[in-house]
């Protein structure tokens, strides 16, 4: 059974950087990941996805230039958050589909994702 934890979420002030990482564990298959995020009151956005380790990222616009999505070749991915906003303050999930997405209409739907970590807070400050 696959499960996906996240962590490394936390309260910062605003400016400040943060680094998520999410670990997946059980039957390895290839597949995109991603992160997508849910502020209080809102639905559920995309935030930053990846095909493969060390391959180019997919990012929502508002988060281009400020986050870094990454992973490794194992069971580890990352996103590295720097001048961070309040509005960035959400719960932040990671995902796994089974399909190596490099469209990124297909990478940015949450459908696409078959797998889901519980969520970790992040609170940005002014």
């Known amino acids: 059974q696959v499960q996906l934890v996240e962590s490394g979420g936390g309260l910062v002030q605003a400016g400040n950087s943060l680094r998520l990482s999410c670990t997946y564990s059980?039957?390895?298959?290839?597949?995109?990941m991603a992160w997508f995020r849910q502020a209080p009151g809102k639905s559920r956005e995309f935030v930053a996805s990846i095909p493969r380790s060390g391959e180019t990222g997919i990012y929502l616009d508002s988060v281009k230039g400020r986050f870094t999505i990454s992973r490794d070749n194992k069971n580890a991915l990352f996103l590295q958050m720097v001048s961070l906003k309040p509005e960035d303050t959400a719960v932040y999930y990671c995902a796994k589909a089974n399909t190596i997405y490099y469209d990124s209409r297909l990478a940015a739907r949450d459908q696409s994702y078959a797998y889901w970590g519980p969520g970790t807070q992040v609170t940005v400050s002014s």
């Open positions: 059980g039957r390895f298959s290839a597949g995109s």
